[in-house]
């Protein structure tokens, strides 16, 4: 396997002023991140998920143990370039616009002037901030903030994404792209490692996970085989008759089974939420992926 | 290679944007105000002395603004980076944590540069204009380049050590201080050149003698000759004329100083003896001066941008302050500490040492410690007084590349230690917070 991020008994104590131990913000971390797979991190405030990010990007020195990003040291400048880095909350120059922030970093990447530009005009339109491209960004909102948060991270058409809390400030639309977009991502073979409170999202789009509590991994594995329960099964269908379904409950009861709960399908509130705003017209609009570009998860 | 410079530009360029959005450069309208409220002052000031109050002022308002803008700038960049994180996102990008701090290091100091330019030229058009409003009275606009000597001898006289002056020579047709100059240029001088003395004076049975009588002598190698006398005191600057056309084609010229009363000797330093060439235009000389003002401000940025990677705005700012009164107060100090040193060797050689006080009534150790603490700190510390420009320009003396090297050089090593202690203070920084 190809292993793009991996670390080994990544442990990191953080010291008071005197340098003496005072909480273990990560507890001996070992992971195997493979080329392509959207890997989340979950866990509670203070868990270590950050931590986890910040040795990654080599934001911090571990106190043990060792991380690499394809191979490299975290701090190593060559592996840093193909890593794009959406941190938890946007900490963006106010003073500048989209388009010279997105030139800033695109030439912290050494992009020629034209790929900055049409790499800067692609993300921008993407994330649908073309009509405010010439704002500084003390002036945008939150989500909006954010959106150029993604853009660079995108800057340098990275091999490797690390979101922090990727959906969070984003409205159900915005927040409904970011998990196309990451779930796009990993159809063109990039590795995704993301963190989020909210789980749903993290279900919806990681291969793998893993769950921290107090700087240790408490579960750690692919989501699918995580989540299944063996010894239950939910069968959905489409215009099954109350008739057919009594007659099918009274089958797997006489075959030895215990029905556990029934009743129609819901629909998630997201669903709903999209459909709705895409039928109200007012502009706000979430175009779902066509069939053949649709994820493989 | 080519690769980090781009990065390095680029967190320059960002400096400097970011310092334009936040409207830095309107302190630049702020000078030019205080520039123009000199008018005010200028009815309780002769016209001729207009010109010197207003480089007085210029320069004072350039240095503080300069001062404000590097040090508040510099002291608040790296940690307000750290603060809201925004280092994050740079240091995850391709570039290392050193270069984020030479970056920064460089938008400030040509953000200092542009200041400094501006204000240099804002000054000399608001000189002009004053210039051409008051009249025939108020005094050219002037700096001369000077020409020290190539070689300087004291036949018939003594080599003199640990003293103020360099050599010594007592009355005789025989000894003489001289000075040699080669590679003069005719054209590089009016039709009368100047040139400025300073001697001491001193005579073997007068202790108190400080004034006497010099025969000067400039002479050419083909034998053509200017002489006169002059009459001074000691360590005064005095100046006198001669036909530049004494400069010939081979570009060498003599000055030989002779004691004329009988029972005194003059003594002197290379440097003693200047030679001016004609005045240069102004405003090229004023922008010389002004790289003197700007290698200051570089050393005040450096410990304050070096300061600011593990210690808060405010006290990195105050750092800065302290470096720069420190800087501007290092002759006194010195001579302080000169006078304290002669102090305690007089008490060392008493006969009663260990029962002695010094005239302040401090015990010697006290003494003896905050003299050597004053020492390490001037060892330290650059005296800004090289880079004082006023020095020059009140003088009409312009200032010469060997000298804007020699202020190079003095700044270089402060600067250099800084630059290289914040350089690895950010390669070793954790960003835990």
């Given at each position: 396997?190809?292993?793009?991020?991996q670390?080994?008994?990544?442990?990191?104590?953080?010291?008071?002023?005197?340098?003496?131990p005072?909480?273990?913000?990560l507890?001996?971390l070992?992971?195997?991140?493979?080329?392509?797979?959207?890997?989340?991190?979950?866990g509670?405030?203070?868990?270590?998920?950050?931590?986890?990010?910040?040795?990654?990007?080599?934001?911090i020195?571990p106190?043990?143990?060792?991380?690499?990003i394809l191979?490299?040291?975290?701090?190593?400048?060559?592996?840093?370039?193909?890593?794009?880095?959406?941190?938890?909350e946007?900490?963006?120059?106010?003073?500048?616009?989209?388009?010279?922030?997105?030139?800033?970093?695109?030439?912290?990447?050494?992009?020629?002037?034209?790929?900055?530009?049409k790499?800067?005009?692609?993300?921008?339109?993407?994330?649908?901030?073309?009509?405010?491209r010439?704002?500084?960004?003390?002036?945008?909102?939150?989500?909006?903030?954010?959106?150029?948060?993604?853009?660079?991270?995108?800057?340098?058409?990275?091999?490797?994404?690390?979101?922090?809390?990727?959906?969070?400030?984003?409205?159900?639309?915005?927040?409904?792209?970011?998990?196309?977009?990451?779930l796009?991502?990993?159809?063109?073979?990039?590795t995704?490692l993301?963190?989020?409170?909210?789980?749903?999202?993290?279900?919806?789009?990681?291969?793998?996970?893993?769950?921290?509590?107090?700087?240790?991994?408490?579960?750690?594995g692919?989501?699918r085989d995580?989540?299944?329960k063996?010894?239950?099964?939910?069968?959905?269908?489409?215009?099954?008759?109350d008739?057919?379904r009594?007659?099918?409950?009274?089958?797997?009861?006489?075959?030895?089974?215990?029905?556990?709960?029934?009743?129609?399908?819901?629909?998630?509130?997201?669903?709903?939420?999209?459909?709705?705003?895409?039928?109200?017209?007012?502009g706000?609009?979430?175009?779902?992926?066509?069939?053949?570009?649709a994820?493989?998860? | 290679?080519k690769?980090?410079?781009?990065?390095?530009?680029?967190?320059?360029?960002?400096?400097?944007?970011?310092?334009?959005?936040?409207?830095?450069?309107?302190i630049?309208?702020?000078?030019?105000?205080?520039?123009?409220?000199?008018?005010?002052?200028?009815?309780?000031?002769?016209?001729?002395?207009?010109?010197?109050?207003?480089?007085?002022w210029?320069?004072?308002?350039?240095?503080?603004?300069?001062?404000?803008?590097g040090?508040?700038?510099?002291?608040?960049?790296?940690p307000?980076?750290?603060?809201?994180?925004?280092?994050?996102?740079?240091?995850?990008?391709?570039?290392?944590?050193?270069?984020?701090?030479?970056?920064?290091?460089?938008?400030?100091?040509?953000?200092?540069?542009?200041?400094i330019?501006?204000?240099?030229?804002?000054?000399?058009?608001?000189?002009?204009?004053?210039?051409?409003?008051?009249?025939?009275?108020?005094?050219?606009l002037v700096?001369?380049?000077?020409?020290?000597?190539?070689?300087?001898?004291?036949?018939?006289?003594?080599?003199?050590?640990?003293?103020?002056?360099?050599?010594?020579?007592?009355?005789g047709?025989?000894?003489?201080?001289?000075?040699?100059?080669?590679?003069?240029?005719?054209?590089s001088?009016?039709?009368?050149?100047?040139?400025?003395?300073?001697?001491?004076?001193?005579?073997?049975?007068?202790?108190?003698?400080?004034?006497?009588?010099?025969?000067?002598r400039?002479?050419?190698?083909?034998?053509?000759?200017?002489?006169t006398?002059l009459?001074?005191?000691?360590?005064?600057?005095?100046?006198?004329?001669?036909?530049?056309g004494?400069?010939?084609?081979?570009?060498?010229?003599?000055?030989?100083?002779r004691?004329?009363d009988?029972?005194?000797?003059?003594?002197?330093?290379?440097g003693?003896?200047?030679l001016?060439?004609?005045?240069?235009?102004?405003?090229?000389?004023?922008?010389r001066?002004?790289?003197?003002?700007?290698?200051?401000?570089?050393?005040?940025?450096s410990?304050?941008?070096?300061?600011?990677?593990?210690?808060?705005?405010?006290?990195?700012?105050?750092?800065?302050?302290?470096?720069?009164?420190?800087?501007?107060?290092h002759?006194?100090?010195?001579?302080?500490?000169?006078?304290?040193?002669?102090?305690?060797a007089?008490?060392r050689?008493s006969?009663?040492?260990?029962?002695?006080?010094?005239?302040?009534?401090?015990p010697?150790?006290?003494?003896?410690?905050?003299?050597?603490?004053?020492?390490?700190?001037?060892?330290?510390?650059?005296?800004?007084?090289?880079f004082?420009?006023?020095?020059?320009?009140?003088?009409?003396?312009a200032v010469?590349?060997?000298?804007?090297?020699?202020?190079?050089?003095k700044?270089?090593?402060?600067?250099?230690?800084?630059?290289?202690?914040?350089?690895?203070?950010?390669?070793?920084?954790d960003?835990?917070?």
């Open positions: 396997m190809d292993a793009v991020i670390t080994e008994g990544l442990t990191k104590v953080y010291k008071d002023f005197w340098g003496r005072k909480h273990k913000g507890d001996r070992s992971i195997s991140i493979q080329r392509g797979e959207v890997f989340g991190l979950i509670p405030n203070g868990s270590g998920k950050t931590t986890t990010f910040k040795l990654l990007l080599g934001l020195f106190t043990e143990g060792k991380a690499t191979g490299k040291p975290p701090t190593d400048v060559s592996a840093k370039a193909k890593v794009g880095f959406l941190p938890e946007s900490y963006l120059y106010r003073w500048l616009n989209a388009d010279e922030t997105l030139d800033f970093f695109g030439r912290l990447f050494n992009l020629d002037r034209e790929t900055r530009r790499r800067a005009d692609e993300l921008i339109h993407r994330f649908g901030l073309a009509h405010a010439h704002r500084q960004l003390r002036e945008y909102s939150k989500g909006m903030t954010r959106r150029v948060g993604f853009c660079q991270a995108l800057i340098n058409d990275p091999e490797v994404v690390i979101l922090d809390e990727p959906t969070s400030g984003l409205d159900p639309i915005s927040s409904r792209q970011i998990k196309d977009l990451i796009e991502l990993k159809r063109r073979g990039k995704v993301l963190s989020s409170h909210l789980l749903a999202d993290v279900q919806d789009v990681c291969d793998t996970i893993a769950i921290l509590h107090q700087g240790q991994t408490k579960v750690h692919p989501v995580i989540l299944v063996r010894d239950s099964v939910s069968l959905t269908f489409k215009d099954l008759s008739q057919t009594k007659k099918m409950e009274e089958i797997a009861i006489a075959e030895g089974a215990r029905l556990v709960h029934a009743e129609n399908t819901l629909e998630t509130l997201e669903d709903v939420f999209l459909r709705t705003v895409q039928e109200s017209g007012d706000l609009t979430y175009r779902k992926p066509p069939a053949d570009e994820p493989t998860k | 290679m690769a980090t410079l781009g990065r390095l530009w680029a967190i320059a360029g960002m400096t400097l944007l970011e310092a334009s959005r936040r409207k830095v450069f309107t630049l309208l702020l000078f030019g105000l205080a520039l123009i409220s000199s008018i005010l002052f200028f009815p309780s000031v002769e016209v001729d002395a207009r010109l010197r109050l207003i480089e007085v210029a320069l004072r308002a350039s240095a503080i603004f300069t001062a404000i803008v040090l508040f700038l510099a002291g608040f960049s790296l307000q980076d750290f603060e809201t994180k925004r280092i994050y996102l740079i240091v995850t990008k391709p570039i290392s944590k050193p270069l984020v701090f030479l970056g920064r290091y460089l938008g400030y100091a040509l953000l200092l540069a542009v200041f330019l501006t204000m240099g030229a804002v000054t000399t058009v608001f000189l002009r204009t004053v210039r051409l409003f008051s009249g025939s009275k108020f005094p050219p700096a001369y380049p000077r020409i020290r000597a190539g070689d300087f001898s004291a036949p018939g006289g003594t080599k003199l050590e640990e003293q103020q002056a360099e050599r010594a020579v007592g009355f047709p025989e000894n003489a201080l001289v000075w040699k100059f080669t590679g003069l240029r005719r054209s001088f009016d039709d009368q050149a100047r040139l400025q003395i300073r001697l001491i004076f001193g005579a073997v049975a007068d202790p108190y003698r400080a004034s006497g009588t010099v025969d000067v400039i002479v050419n190698p083909s034998g053509g000759i200017h002489r006398q009459s001074m005191n000691t360590n005064e600057e005095q100046e006198i004329s001669f036909p530049a004494l400069i010939g084609g081979d570009g060498v010229l003599q000055v030989e100083l004691a004329v009988s029972d005194g000797f003059i003594a002197a330093s290379e003693w003896l200047i001016y060439e004609k005045s240069m235009l102004f405003e090229l000389a004023f922008a001066g002004l790289a003197l003002i700007l290698l200051q401000s570089m050393i005040v940025l410990i304050t941008l070096m300061s600011s990677t593990f210690l808060s705005a405010p006290l990195s700012i105050l750092l800065g302050i302290l470096l720069y009164l420190v800087g501007s107060i002759g006194y100090v010195r001579e302080g500490s000169r006078d304290i040193d002669r102090s305690l007089e008490i050689l006969p009663h040492a260990e029962k002695e006080h010094t005239p302040e009534g401090l010697p150790l006290l003494l003896r410690f905050s003299t050597e603490t004053s020492k390490l700190v001037l060892a330290a510390v650059p005296d800004f007084a090289n004082d420009f006023s020095v020059w320009l009140l003088k009409d003396h010469s590349w060997s000298e804007i090297a020699g202020a190079g050089a700044a270089f090593l402060p600067i250099a230690v800084m630059v290289v202690l914040g350089t690895l203070l950010m390669l070793f920084k960003f835990d917070r």
